[in-house]
Protein backbone atom coordinates (compact mmCIF):
# COMPACT_ATOMS: atom_id res chain seq x y z
CA UNK A 1 0.00 0.00 0.00
CA UNK A 2 3.03 2.78 1.10
CA UNK A 3 4.71 1.60 -2.63
CA UNK A 4 1.29 2.69 -4.10
CA UNK A 5 1.13 5.84 -2.13
CA UNK A 6 4.35 6.97 -2.76
CA UNK A 7 3.76 5.87 -7.05
CA UNK A 8 0.67 8.14 -7.07
CA UNK A 9 2.26 11.11 -5.42
CA UNK A 10 5.77 10.62 -7.55
CA UNK A 11 3.71 10.65 -10.95
CA UNK A 12 1.67 13.59 -9.63
CA UNK A 13 4.75 15.46 -9.15
CA UNK A 14 6.35 14.20 -12.31
CA UNK A 15 3.54 15.15 -14.12
CA UNK A 16 3.05 19.25 -12.41
CA UNK A 17 6.62 19.05 -13.77
CA UNK A 18 5.63 18.70 -17.33
CA UNK A 19 3.13 21.13 -17.40
CA UNK A 20 5.50 23.88 -15.44
CA UNK A 21 7.99 23.31 -17.56
CA UNK A 22 5.86 23.36 -20.94
CA UNK A 23 4.01 26.71 -19.63
CA UNK A 24 7.68 28.14 -19.21
CA UNK A 25 8.46 27.05 -22.84
CA UNK A 26 5.49 28.87 -24.06
CA UNK A 27 4.78 31.40 -22.23
CA UNK A 28 0.62 32.33 -22.54
CA UNK A 29 -0.89 34.54 -22.13
CA UNK A 30 -2.18 35.29 -18.61
CA UNK A 31 -2.63 37.70 -15.66
CA UNK A 32 -2.59 36.98 -11.93
CA UNK A 33 -1.75 39.66 -9.14
CA UNK A 34 1.37 39.94 -7.32
CA UNK A 35 1.48 41.27 -3.88
CA UNK A 36 4.35 44.24 -3.42
CA UNK A 37 6.64 42.03 -1.33
CA UNK A 38 5.98 38.95 -4.55
CA UNK A 39 7.34 41.69 -6.93
CA UNK A 40 10.01 43.18 -4.80
CA UNK A 41 11.57 39.47 -4.37
CA UNK A 42 11.75 39.34 -8.06
CA UNK A 43 8.36 36.79 -8.61
CA UNK A 44 7.12 37.28 -12.05
CA UNK A 45 3.15 36.35 -12.65
CA UNK A 46 3.74 33.17 -14.24
CA UNK A 47 6.74 31.88 -12.51
CA UNK A 48 4.27 32.64 -8.91
CA UNK A 49 1.62 30.74 -10.99
CA UNK A 50 3.65 27.50 -11.68
CA UNK A 51 5.38 27.58 -8.06
CA UNK A 52 1.51 27.46 -6.84
CA UNK A 53 0.46 25.08 -8.86
CA UNK A 54 3.05 22.57 -7.95
CA UNK A 55 3.13 23.47 -4.54
CA UNK A 56 2.15 20.18 -2.48
CA UNK A 57 3.53 21.23 1.01
CA UNK A 58 2.96 22.68 4.01
CA UNK A 59 5.24 25.92 5.25
CA UNK A 60 6.84 26.79 7.63
CA UNK A 61 3.91 28.19 10.82
CA UNK A 62 1.35 27.42 8.04
CA UNK A 63 -2.06 27.05 9.46
CA UNK A 64 -2.90 23.28 8.87
CA UNK A 65 -6.53 24.20 7.73
CA UNK A 66 -5.18 26.66 5.25
CA UNK A 67 -4.19 26.49 1.78
CA UNK A 68 -2.29 29.00 -0.78
CA UNK A 69 -3.91 30.29 -2.99
CA UNK A 70 -3.73 32.94 -5.68
CA UNK A 71 -6.55 34.02 -8.63
CA UNK A 72 -5.43 34.30 -11.90
CA UNK A 73 -6.27 33.44 -15.63
CA UNK A 74 -3.78 31.55 -17.87
CA UNK A 75 -4.49 30.73 -21.65
CA UNK A 76 -3.99 27.10 -22.16
CA UNK A 77 -3.27 25.37 -25.78
CA UNK A 78 -3.56 21.87 -26.14
CA UNK A 79 -0.88 20.36 -24.63
CA UNK A 80 -1.64 22.10 -21.46
CA UNK A 81 -5.38 20.95 -21.65
CA UNK A 82 -4.03 17.37 -21.91
CA UNK A 83 -1.74 17.51 -18.97
CA UNK A 84 -4.45 19.37 -17.07
CA UNK A 85 -6.75 16.86 -17.24
CA UNK A 86 -4.07 14.24 -16.31
CA UNK A 87 -2.96 15.66 -13.15
CA UNK A 88 -6.52 16.13 -12.04
CA UNK A 89 -7.28 12.60 -12.77
CA UNK A 90 -3.78 11.57 -10.36
CA UNK A 91 -4.91 14.17 -7.95
CA UNK A 92 -8.49 12.23 -7.57
CA UNK A 93 -6.10 8.50 -7.90
CA UNK A 94 -3.91 10.14 -5.01
CA UNK A 95 -6.81 10.67 -3.33
CA UNK A 96 -8.50 7.77 -3.75
CA UNK A 97 -5.41 5.71 -2.46
CA UNK A 98 -4.52 7.49 0.45
CA UNK A 99 -8.60 7.60 1.91
CA UNK A 100 -8.56 3.80 1.68
CA UNK A 101 -4.88 4.16 3.41
CA UNK A 102 -6.11 6.11 5.75
CA UNK A 103 -8.44 3.05 6.68
CA UNK A 104 -5.95 1.45 8.58
CA UNK A 105 -5.53 3.98 11.73
CA UNK A 106 -2.40 1.78 12.73
CA UNK A 107 -0.55 2.26 9.28
CA UNK A 108 -1.39 5.72 7.74
CA UNK A 109 0.54 7.86 10.30
CA UNK A 110 3.66 5.79 9.22
CA UNK A 111 2.52 6.14 5.76
CA UNK A 112 2.15 9.54 5.67
CA UNK A 113 5.49 9.87 7.24
CA UNK A 114 7.28 7.68 4.49
CA UNK A 115 5.27 9.94 2.35
CA UNK A 116 6.84 13.30 3.54
CA UNK A 117 10.13 11.72 2.55
CA UNK A 118 9.59 12.01 -1.04
CA UNK A 119 11.79 15.04 -2.26
CA UNK A 120 10.30 18.33 -2.31
CA UNK A 121 10.76 20.35 -6.24
CA UNK A 122 14.25 21.84 -6.49
CA UNK A 123 12.92 25.19 -6.94
CA UNK A 124 10.89 24.80 -3.77
CA UNK A 125 14.14 23.53 -1.78
CA UNK A 126 15.94 26.36 -2.58
CA UNK A 127 13.28 29.14 -2.17
CA UNK A 128 11.59 28.01 1.14
CA UNK A 129 12.94 26.13 4.09
CA UNK A 130 11.02 23.78 5.85
CA UNK A 131 8.82 22.01 3.62
CA UNK A 132 8.95 18.62 5.78
CA UNK A 133 4.78 17.80 5.62
CA UNK A 134 2.90 16.81 2.30
CA UNK A 135 -0.30 19.35 2.23
CA UNK A 136 -2.85 16.75 0.90
CA UNK A 137 -5.89 19.43 0.76
CA UNK A 138 -3.55 21.22 -1.85
CA UNK A 139 -2.56 17.78 -3.42
CA UNK A 140 -6.91 17.00 -3.58
CA UNK A 141 -7.31 19.99 -4.92
CA UNK A 142 -8.40 20.32 -8.98
CA UNK A 143 -6.46 22.88 -11.23
CA UNK A 144 -9.37 25.01 -12.81
CA UNK A 145 -9.93 24.03 -16.58
CA UNK A 146 -13.04 25.17 -18.55
CA UNK A 147 -14.46 23.62 -21.31
CA UNK A 148 -14.80 26.45 -23.82
CA UNK A 149 -13.86 30.02 -23.50
CA UNK A 150 -15.76 32.52 -21.66
CA UNK A 151 -16.51 36.58 -23.48
CA UNK A 152 -16.01 37.53 -20.03
CA UNK A 153 -15.39 37.17 -16.56
CA UNK A 154 -15.33 38.93 -13.42
CA UNK A 155 -13.63 38.70 -10.36
CA UNK A 156 -15.01 39.64 -6.51
CA UNK A 157 -13.88 38.59 -3.13
CA UNK A 158 -16.63 36.61 -1.45
CA UNK A 159 -15.64 36.98 2.34
CA UNK A 160 -18.87 36.94 4.27
CA UNK A 161 -19.87 33.25 3.91
CA UNK A 162 -21.13 30.83 6.38
CA UNK A 163 -22.01 27.36 6.54
CA UNK A 164 -25.33 26.99 8.43
CA UNK A 165 -26.69 23.51 9.71
CA UNK A 166 -29.64 23.46 11.99
CA UNK A 167 -29.35 21.48 15.14
CA UNK A 168 -31.81 19.16 16.90
CA UNK A 169 -31.47 19.69 21.03
CA UNK A 170 -30.47 15.90 20.90
CA UNK A 171 -27.68 16.19 18.42
CA UNK A 172 -26.25 19.44 20.45
CA UNK A 173 -26.59 17.07 23.45
CA UNK A 174 -24.29 14.65 21.28
CA UNK A 175 -21.91 17.02 20.32
CA UNK A 176 -21.14 18.50 23.48
CA UNK A 177 -20.87 15.32 25.01
CA UNK A 178 -18.45 14.30 22.39
CA UNK A 179 -15.69 17.31 24.63
CA UNK A 180 -16.25 15.35 27.66
CA UNK A 181 -19.59 14.97 30.00
CA UNK A 182 -17.97 15.98 33.06
CA UNK A 183 -15.55 19.38 32.33
CA UNK A 184 -17.12 22.01 33.64
CA UNK A 185 -17.74 24.60 30.91
CA UNK A 186 -19.31 21.67 28.88
CA UNK A 187 -21.86 21.11 32.11
CA UNK A 188 -22.59 24.73 31.63
CA UNK A 189 -23.75 24.62 28.51
CA UNK A 190 -25.44 21.15 28.99
CA UNK A 191 -27.45 22.98 31.51
CA UNK A 192 -28.51 26.06 29.41
CA UNK A 193 -29.53 23.30 26.80
CA UNK A 194 -32.22 21.84 28.88
CA UNK A 195 -33.73 25.10 29.37
CA UNK A 196 -34.71 25.05 25.87
CA UNK A 197 -38.24 23.96 25.09
CA UNK A 198 -38.57 20.72 23.21
CA UNK A 199 -38.76 21.12 19.34
CA UNK A 200 -36.21 23.87 19.60
CA UNK A 201 -33.78 24.71 16.62
CA UNK A 202 -30.61 25.73 16.75
CA UNK A 203 -28.15 27.16 14.18
CA UNK A 204 -24.25 25.62 13.97
CA UNK A 205 -22.38 28.24 12.20
CA UNK A 206 -18.94 28.08 10.49
CA UNK A 207 -17.41 30.73 8.85
CA UNK A 208 -15.71 30.17 5.97
CA UNK A 209 -12.59 31.32 4.71
CA UNK A 210 -12.22 34.42 2.22
CA UNK A 211 -12.88 33.07 -1.00
CA UNK A 212 -12.89 34.61 -4.72
CA UNK A 213 -15.56 34.28 -7.00
CA UNK A 214 -15.35 34.07 -10.86
CA UNK A 215 -18.15 35.06 -12.25
CA UNK A 216 -18.55 33.51 -16.30
CA UNK A 217 -20.11 35.39 -18.96
CA UNK A 218 -20.74 33.01 -22.31
CA UNK A 219 -22.26 33.83 -25.49
CA UNK A 220 -22.93 37.62 -26.93
CA UNK A 221 -26.57 38.75 -27.33
CA UNK A 222 -25.32 41.14 -29.81
CA UNK A 223 -23.92 38.33 -31.91
CA UNK A 224 -27.02 36.59 -31.30
CA UNK A 225 -25.36 33.99 -29.50
CA UNK A 226 -27.09 32.05 -26.43
CA UNK A 227 -25.84 34.44 -22.89
CA UNK A 228 -24.89 31.73 -20.29
CA UNK A 229 -23.38 32.62 -16.90
CA UNK A 230 -22.24 30.58 -14.40
CA UNK A 231 -19.58 31.19 -10.96
CA UNK A 232 -16.88 29.08 -9.56
CA UNK A 233 -14.68 29.74 -6.26
CA UNK A 234 -11.02 29.67 -7.25
CA UNK A 235 -8.33 28.51 -5.54
CA UNK A 236 -6.07 28.59 -8.52
CA UNK A 237 -5.42 29.73 -11.32
CA UNK A 238 -8.10 29.28 -14.24
CA UNK A 239 -6.68 27.67 -17.31
CA UNK A 240 -9.13 28.52 -20.71
CA UNK A 241 -8.73 26.34 -23.60
CA UNK A 242 -7.87 27.96 -26.77
CA UNK A 243 -5.81 27.74 -30.25
CA UNK A 244 -4.06 30.46 -29.63
CA UNK A 245 -2.17 30.65 -26.69
CA UNK A 246 -0.26 34.08 -26.89
CA UNK A 247 -3.90 35.87 -27.93
CA UNK A 248 -6.07 38.35 -25.62
CA UNK A 249 -7.72 36.79 -22.94
CA UNK A 250 -11.09 37.46 -22.27
CA UNK A 251 -12.45 40.90 -20.88
CA UNK A 252 -12.12 40.71 -16.98
CA UNK A 253 -11.40 43.07 -14.19
CA UNK A 254 -8.64 43.23 -11.65
CA UNK A 255 -8.74 42.75 -7.95
CA UNK A 256 -6.37 42.59 -5.27
CA UNK A 257 -4.67 39.27 -4.22
CA UNK A 258 -5.16 39.60 -0.74
CA UNK A 259 -8.83 40.01 0.90
CA UNK A 260 -10.14 43.23 1.65
CA UNK A 261 -10.51 43.91 5.35
CA UNK A 262 -13.47 43.95 7.30
CA UNK A 263 -16.86 43.26 6.01
CA UNK A 264 -17.48 44.12 2.40
CA UNK A 265 -21.29 43.86 2.29
CA UNK A 266 -24.45 44.98 4.67
CA UNK A 267 -25.54 42.32 6.77
CA UNK A 268 -28.64 41.12 5.76
CA UNK A 269 -31.87 42.96 6.87
CA UNK A 270 -33.95 39.57 7.46
CA UNK A 271 -31.17 37.84 9.58
CA UNK A 272 -32.71 35.48 12.20
CA UNK A 273 -29.47 33.86 14.27
CA UNK A 274 -28.42 35.58 16.86
CA UNK A 275 -25.14 37.84 17.48
CA UNK A 276 -23.80 35.49 20.23
CA UNK A 277 -23.64 31.97 20.65
CA UNK A 278 -25.82 29.92 22.58
CA UNK A 279 -23.28 26.98 22.90
CA UNK A 280 -19.84 28.60 22.24
CA UNK A 281 -17.98 24.99 22.15
CA UNK A 282 -20.19 23.84 19.38
CA UNK A 283 -20.69 27.18 17.72
CA UNK A 284 -24.56 27.05 18.08
CA UNK A 285 -26.75 29.79 18.09
CA UNK A 286 -30.56 30.42 18.81
CA UNK A 287 -32.88 31.23 16.23
CA UNK A 288 -34.69 34.82 16.77
Not at 7 to 23: D, G, K, P, T, V
Not at 197 to 222: E, K, M, Y
Request: charged share 20%; with cysteine; net charge neutral.
Amino acid sequence: MITELVSRFQQLQHLLAELNEHLHRSQPSHWLPLQQTEQQLGYNSLQYATDLLSDLWYRDQQDGRETRSRHGLILADQTSVELIQQINQAKDDFRAIVNEQKQDKESWPAGYEFLCEQPAPLREKLAVAGLTRIHLKQCFRHIPLLEQAPNKVGFSWYVNGRSIKKLSLQQAQDKLLEFGEHKEHIQIQLAKLGQLSSGTQLAQIQTLAPVVRANLVFGDSQQQTPVQRKSMNLSLPLFIPTDNAHGPLPQHNTIAPEPPAGRTRQARGDNRISDEPYLPTIRAFLYD
